[in-house]
T-cell receptor, first 110, second 115 residues
Framework: GQNIDQPTEMTATEGAIVQINCTYQTSGFNGLFWYQQHAGEAPTFLSYNVLDGLEEKGRFSSFLSRSKGYSYLLLKELQMKDSASYLCAVRDSNTDKLIFGTGTRLQVFP | DTGVSQDPRHKITKRGQNVTFRCDPISEHNRLYWYRQTLGQGPEFLTYFQNEAQLEKSRLLSDRFSAERPKGSFSTLEIQRTEQGDSAMYLC?????????????FGPGTRLTVL
């Protein structure tokens, strides 16, 4: 079976750091993606990990441990505009289709 | 604009009517995906094309749903005899299939409301 778990909601303060965790169990794995989605809009690509370790892109970093089926997205220096849903998705190794978690809704407060 | 486009952006229809949505992918992308997203959930895979060939269909795609990509460029998704449970955001994404795969770029979506 395929299962992706992430927290439903998180809150944080402007300027702080927040870590959004994602665990997965899938039959085929060809990379893990993080997307950001503002309400009523399409998902936009944030990061991609296919090998173990940390990938850093500006204020955003993503980590992957394939042996543990675990990833996290780290957001630094939070801004109000970071309030959005963050979707963890595993790419299927045969079709490249993305299998998404339910998303984590992050609210950033002043 | 060279991103993925979808039309219409919003569709309101009565139960039992047929609806058709269009997706124009990024021009050089050979893979095109359809997903459905309901409130509070992540997108769920429906089907995908490599060029004009439809290679996989989810169990979510009942016989009322059909998708085409006749020339390997734009795609259409048709829902026949719509039901209230079909109300959702329908997202299209495209990617360029390379060795090792590549990221998917999403369109703005078509929000369907079935009354």
């Amino acid at each position: 079976g395929q299962n992706i778990d992430q927290p439903t909601e998180m809150t944080a303060t402007e300027g702080a750091i927040v870590q959004i965790n994602c665990t997965y169990q899938t039959s085929g794995f060809n990379g893990l993606f993080w997307y950001q989605q503002h309400a009523g809009e399409a998902p936009t690509f944030l990061s991609y990990n296919v090998l173990d370790g940390l990938e850093e892109k500006g204020r955003f970093s993503s980590f992957l441990s394939r042996s543990k089926g675990y990833s996290y997205l780290l957001l630094k220096e939070l801004q109000m505009k970071d309030s959005a849903s963050y979707l963890c998705a595993v790419r299927d190794s045969n079709t490249d289709k993305l299998i998404f978690g339910t998303g984590t809704r992050l609210q950033v407060f002043p | 604009d060279t991103g993925v486009s979808q039309d219409p952006r919003h569709k309101i229809t009565k139960r039992g009517q047929n609806v058709t949505f269009r997706c124009d992918p990024i021009s050089e992308h050979n893979r095109l995906y359809w997903y459905r997203q309901t409130l509070g959930q992540g997108p769920e895979f429906l089907t995908y094309f490599q060029n004009e060939a439809q290679l996989e269909k989810s169990r979510l795609l009942s016989d009322r749903f059909s998708a085409e990509r006749p020339k390997g460029s734009f795609s259409t998704l048709e829902i026949q005899r719509t039901e209230q449970g079909d109300s959702a955001m329908y997202l299209c994404a495209s990617s360029l299939r390379l060795a090792g795969g590549n990221e998917q770029f999403f369109g703005p979506g078509t929000r369907l409301t079935v009354l």
